[in-house]
Structure formats: structure tokens, C-alpha cells
């Protein structure tokens, strides 16, 4: 930053209101030179004012917005102002600052214009600020507000350092493989590949042809040698998905990978090695698994070395705005659209899901209603039906409000996680019974005709 230049002579109340703002401030003839140059340009552009006059205002702001983008070009040739054009210049001292803009024609006392004038602001502190708030919202591609995402995100970095194994548990859908992809893209092995596989995605000859890799002779149609998944993950990391699949018999065969990092490829008789970090993934209870012996105890132990258990999206709806507005970005992006959000309404419909598909389903839900909405905000008639079915047609525009709709969503949700037994959906909702009736009379809802009295429940 330039030091504002001292001992200026203020002859008037206008000059002395320009040197006492904080905004930057100068005026262009029509040779785009610059003619003053208050105290705050000095401080923002680091350039003097007794450089600055005279000089063309490209040569002194070297900005984003110079050229075609000019707005106060723009200005002079339409006769209106511009209020707030973001971009950027370069100050004196290389650095690239962020800035919003205002233009004005400027006239002289008779009404000739003479040349523009421009304010522009600072926002390097806001950018500052808007990358803080942004940094405790996401890490890589995963974004959360829930203070359970965020204890997971405070891990992530020490888990990244680690070489050890790490388990990720929970439901479908619920973004273990993003997980995975940053846990590696924060890793020392980060240059390497990210190799993923669905353990119940092949039978289990094939699973172990692609995890191992094949000889070639080793059965019939092997006509050559084919790497495998491990030796592929080498300088890596693998992320086996769902391996609360995979057979006993091959539980083996990966248990030796883990404790020895070796394996042979079919057909081979040459160990290989391999120092690919391993993630796994499943939404299976393992100790269920092992308690049934569907799987291997060791094997558990040596994959249970750092597990994380990632929530379902109903108990952090708190990130459901933040998700949505994420998914429109990144659609907007790539298909070139400018979809300006979603609407109230809808944005309250999807908070009353439950969302047993968890992420994966909200993201499909908002990729669908994106296509149906062509341009302005997704509202309630782009969202699939399953949402939409249980708010009668005009429901808004009859003068109910909101927050009906909402509850009919929750006593509804509530009735169906508890077999429809209504008293522990009362429960569940923290109202006695008897309000719960109340209450689904007065949203026109019909009791339903299971009542689920047999359940364990009441």
C-alpha cells in the first residue's frame, strides 16, 4: 500500500469529503487520463497520486474490468451509471484485490460532460471472510453445516496423514466413496490413483480376478496377463465398496493382502506387492455378520482400524440447503443453465422427507426437478411425486400455510417409521396422543386404517 500523500490542500467542501471516505475515488477526461486521485485510491492501488494524474486509468488499475468490460466506458456512452460491477485489479505491488464498482458521468458547471467519474470499494477483507465461512462448510467436494459432519471433517486430515486402514460405515447413499475420494485427495498418496471397486457388483470368480489380476493361461479365454486392482492402486488407494459381500473364501485372500500387502495373480505363482492404502466401505452390521458367520472376525479387526460412521441426510437436514444449493451450482456448471435456486415452498417440501435414499436420492431428486425447470427457481412442481403426493393440489393457494404442510410431512413420516402404531409416533414427535389426533384433524388427515396397536412399540 502506497502512504497517502501528505500536506494536500483541500480547497473545498467536496474535496474534503473525498479524502475522508474509505471508498477510492477518480475522475477520467475523455482521454481516459486521470484527473484526481483521493487519499483511499492511493491506499488500495498503492499508487501515488502524484503518479496517478495524468496517467491513463488502465496503466494505473491494470483490472479485470478494463477493455470491453469497462463499465465506466459503458457509462459515458449510454449517459447511466453502474452500481457495484465486481472484479478485480492489480495494485502496485502485484497484488490481485478484489473490487466493486460505481460509475458517473462527470459535467462541468455548464452541463458539458468532461469525462467519468468511479468509486470503487475493497473486498478483499470480504473475500477473506466469505473463504473462512466457506472453509468450516466444506473440505474437498463434502460440504455440511451438522456438527456431526464437522467432527468428521476435524478427523479427516490426521486420517489422511495415517497409512492405516479405515472403515466407513452407513447407509446407502450417504457419500462413503466422496468420503473416500478425500480422504486420498488429502493424502501423501494423492498423486496417485483412486481405484474403486463394488465388491457386490461381481460374482465372486470375477471379484477376484479383478482385485488380483490374471496370468494369462490361467483359465480358459486368458490369452494374456491383465493387471488387477491392487497392482493398479499402487502409489495410491483402493476403496473396496460394500464388502460386507464379498464370500468367505475370498475374506481370505484380501485378509492376507491387508496383514502382508502381498497377493498372486490367478495362474501366478509370483507373490506381488503392493503399497496401495486401503479404504472400505459397507452399510451392512459386520458384527451381525460375524455373530451369523457370514464374516471373518480377523478380517474385521484388521479393517476396523479407523472407522467412520457417516450419518443418514434425515438427521442432518440442517445440510439440506446447502446440498441443494451446491447441486444447482455444479448442474448449472455443467450444463451451462442458470437455474437461480429453488423456492421456498419446495426447499420446505424436501425438509420433510425422510430421505431414505439419503444424499444419493436428493441429488437425483434435484438433477430431475433441474431438467423439468428450464430457467427462474425449481419449485414444487419439479420435485418428483413421491414428495409432492401428500400436499393436496392448491394446497397454498387455499390459505394454508407452511408449516401445515410440514407437519402433515413429519406425522405422517413418524406413523409410517413406527408400524403405524400412533402412540409411539406421538412419542416420537414428543406430543401426547391425544394432540396427535387433535392435530391430524385439523390438517384434513385421515387416520390410517393399520393402527399398528400389536406393536411392541405401545
Given at each position: ?6 500536506n ?6 467536496t ?12 475522475t ?6 486521470i ?12 499508487v501515488p ?22 463499465p465506466?466506458?459503458?457509462t459515458l ?15 502496485a ?6 473490487i466493486?464498482?460505481s ?15 468511479e468509486?470503487?470499494?475493497d ?15 466444506h ?24 497409512p ?12 462413503k466413496?466422496?468420503f473416500a ?10 498423486s ?13 470368480t ?15 479365454g ?11 492402486a499402487?502409489?495410491?488407494?483402493i ?16 485378509l ?16 506381488e ?8 466401505a ?5 458384527t ?8 471373518r ?16 441426510l ?5 445440510d439440506?440447503p ?10 448449472n456448471?455443467?450444463?451451462?443453465r ?12 424436501l ?21 423439468l425447470?428450464g ?55 414428543g406430543?401426547h ?26
Amino acid at each position: 500500500m502506497s502512504q497517502p500523500t501528505k500536506n494536500l490542500t483541500v480547497r473545498t467542501p467536496t474535496d474534503a469529503i473525498l479524502e475522508s471516505i474509505s471508498d477510492g475515488v477518480f475522475t477520467v477526461d475523455l482521454e481516459w487520463r486521470i484527473t484526481s486521485f483521493n487519499r483511499a485510491a492511493e491506499e488500495i492501488t498503492g499508487v501515488p497520486r502524484s503518479e496517478a494524474i495524468g496517467r491513463l486509468c488502465s496503466e494505473v488499475f491494470r483490472s479485470s474490468l478494463c477493455g470491453d468490460n469497462c463499465p465506466l466506458q459503458n457509462t459515458l456512452q449510454s449517459g447511466k451509471p453502474r452500481i457495484g460491477t465486481c472484479g478485480y485489479i492489480i495494485t502496485a505491488q502485484g497484488e490481485r484485490i478484489s473490487i466493486s464498482v460505481s460509475t458517473a458521468v462527470f459535467r462541468d458547471e455548464n452541463g458539458q460532460v468532461i469525462g467519468g467519474a468511479e468509486t470503487f470499494r475493497d473486498l478483499s477483507e470480504v473475500d477473506a471472510l466469505k473463504r473462512e465461512l466457506e472453509g468450516r462448510y466444506h473440505v474437498g467436494e463434502l460440504f455440511s453445516r451438522s456438527p456431526r459432519m464437522h467432527k468428521l471433517f476435524s478427523m479427516l486430515p490426521a486420517i489422511a496423514a495415517s497409512p492405516s486402514t479405515v472403515l466407513l460405515t452407513g447407509e446407502t447413499g450417504t457419500g462413503k466413496e466422496l468420503f473416500a475420494r478425500t480422504i486420498h485427495s488429502l493424502s501423501a498418496h494423492a498423486s496417485g490413483p483412486f481405484i474403486a471397486v463394488n465388491c457386490a457388483a461381481l460374482p465372486d470368480t470375477l471379484l477376484e480376478s479383478e482385485l488380483f489380476g490374471v496370468k494369462a493361461g490361467a483359465y480358459t479365454g486368458a490369452t494374456r496377463d491383465r493387471l488387477g486392482r491392487f497392482a493398479q492402486a499402487r502409489g495410491g488407494t483402493i476403496f473396496l465398496d460394500e464388502i460386507g459381500e464379498i464370500s468367505p473364501a475370498l475374506q481370505v485372500r484380501l485378509l492376507r493382502v491387508l496383514q502382508e500387502r502381498t497377493f498372486e495373480p490367478l495362474g501366478s505363482s509370483r507373490t506381488e506387492s503392493t503399497d496401495a492404502r486401503v479404504i472400505v466401505a459397507t452399510n451392512r452390521n459386520l458384527t451381525e455378520l460375524i455373530r451369523t458367520g457370514e464374516f471373518r472376525e480377523d478380517l474385521y479387526y484388521r479393517i476396523n482400524v479407523i472407522r467412520l460412521e457417516l450419518p443418514p441426510l434425515r438427521e442432518r437436514k440442517d445440510d439440506l440447503p446447502l446440498l441443494v444449493e451446491e447441486f444447482i451450482r455444479r448442474l448449472n456448471r455443467i450444463q451451462g443453465r442458470t437455474v437461480t435456486g429453488i423456492s421456498t415452498e419446495a426447499l420446505a417440501l424436501l425438509m420433510a422427507h425422510d430421505w431414505p435414499g439419503n444424499i444419493r436420492e436428493l441429488e437425483n431428486s434435484i438433477e430431475r426437478a433441474f431438467v423439468l425447470c428450464g430457467e427462474g427457481r425449481i419449485d414444487m412442481d419439479h420435485l418428483p411425486d413421491e414428495l409432492t403426493l401428500l400436499v393436496p393440489r392448491g394446497h397454498f393457494t387455499e390459505g394454508r400455510t407452511m408449516h401445515d404442510m410440514i407437519d402433515r410431512q413429519a406425522i405422517h413420516a413418524a406413523l409410517e417409521r413406527n408400524d403405524f402404531n400412533r402412540l409411539a409416533a406421538a412419542r416420537e414427535l414428543g406430543i401426547h396422543k391425544t394432540t396427535l389426533f387433535r392435530r391430524m384433524k385439523r390438517l384434513g388427515m385421515a387416520l390410517p386404517e393399520r393402527d399398528g396397536r400389536s406393536s411392541t412399540k405401545e
